[in-house]
Structure formats: structure tokens, C-alpha cells
């Protein structure tokens, strides 16, 4: 029979070993350290950012005043190339501004190019321009905001509440809110449906 001496001596190295083990695995192991897997480090270690010049950034926001108006644009990414350093690749981008209507002009592309010196921006693929109940989507768009100015070209649709327009270009002015559509060649004319019956 075990006596009551041997069986606390049993308990207490049976608590000891457990202590030793819960430190090491639990108290020990960093829990602010991020493990990689062999392809994250291979990727994060290549030659993609840091020798080819090329750097990255999520989920960005650029913000320029002009003539006391506010452009504001964001970005699910960014792309700064070291020899083209005016030059800002975006991903994914949502810009917008208040007119002097107090209304708010969205403009939605899956990629644009930011020049930061003039602040001017290119939107392609799949451009989206939304204010008040107009919509027009676009192959391209070109915003110069210190001319107030949107150019708008390529396969253009502006639809609103009551008519549908077609056109080559469009000229949308962010201090007027006024929107003129117009095609390229002088013997074509702008395509306009209404959808009242």
C-alpha cells in the first residue's frame, strides 16, 4: 500500500512536470509572432518589392484640396513603381467629392492611375459615375479636378430616372454639374431612349 507521504511526493512532480509543460507550450510561445509557412517566406524574401523597385499598399486613401473642394479617393490597393514615382497604380477604386449642389459624386473603377503631383486620375475598366439619380458607366474616365473637368469616353451610358443616352464622349463639370454628351464624328448623333410610355 502507498502511503500518504509517497502519495503526495507523486502528486507533486506529477504538478511539477504539468507546470513545466504549460509554460513552455502556452506562457513561453510568442504570441505576437506571425508564423510563415516555406512558400510565404520564399514569396516575402524574392526579388517582387524591394530589387525590382516596386512597392505595394492595401487598403489606401488619397486626399487632395483644390479651390477649397475636397477629392477624396480610396483604394483596395496601391502600386508605387521607383522609376515612374508621380505615377500610382490603384486596384479596385472608389473616389468622390461634393458638387456645389451639395450632392455627392461617386466615381467607381476596378483600376485608375493617380498622378500625384497635378492630382489628376485615369479610371478604367469598368468606370461607374454615380450622382443623385444619374448613373453613366464608361470604358475610361479622366478627372482633372483643377479644371473641374470629368472626361468620360468609350461605349458611354448615362441613364437616369426618365431617359437612357448614348454616346462616344461626355464632359461632366464638378463645379456646374452640368453634363454634355457628344460623339466623335460630326454626321453621328447622341442615342437618347425615354422610359416614360
Known amino acids: ?13 506529477f504538478f511539477i512536470f504539468l507546470s513545466i509543460f504549460f509554460y513552455g507550450y502556452f ?6 509572432s506571425i508564423k510563415l509557412n516555406n512558400e510565404e517566406k520564399n514569396e ?11 512597392s505595394k499598399f492595401k487598403n489606401v486613401e488619397y486626399k487632395a484640396n483644390i479651390n477649397g473642394k475636397d477629392y477624396i479617393t480610396k483604394a483596395i490597393e496601391a502600386i508605387i513603381i521607383k522609376d515612374k514615382s508621380d505615377l500610382i497604380q490603384l486596384n479596385k477604386v472608389h473616389s468622390f467629392t461634393k458638387l456645389k449642389d451639395y450632392t455627392l459624386l461617386n466615381i467607381y473603377s476596378d483600376k485608375a492611375d493617380y498622378f500625384e503631383t497635378d492630382k489628376n486620375i485615369r479610371y478604367f475598366n469598368n468606370v461607374t459615375i454615380i450622382n443623385k439619380d ?7 474616365a479622366s478627372f482633372f479636378p483643377k479644371k473641374n473637368l470629368i472626361r468620360i469616353e468609350g461605349n458611354i451610358i448615362m441613364n437616369d430616372q426618365q431617359n437612357t443616352i448614348n454616346g462616344d464622349v461626355a464632359e461632366l463639370n464638378t463645379n456646374t454639374n452640368n453634363l454634355k454628351i457628344f460623339m466623335l464624328q460630326e454626321n453621328s448623333k447622341v442615342y437618347g431612349r425615354s422610359k416614360k410610355k
Open 1 to 13: 500500500m502507498i502511503s500518504i507521504k509517497k502519495k503526495s511526493n507523486i502528486f507533486l512532480i
Open 44 to 54: 516575402d524574401l524574392s526579388l517582387s518589392s524591394i530589387e525590382s523597385g516596386i
Open 27 to 32: 506562457i513561453n510561445q510568442n504570441k505576437g
Open 134 to 140: 444619374k448613373t453613366i458607366t464608361a470604358n475610361m
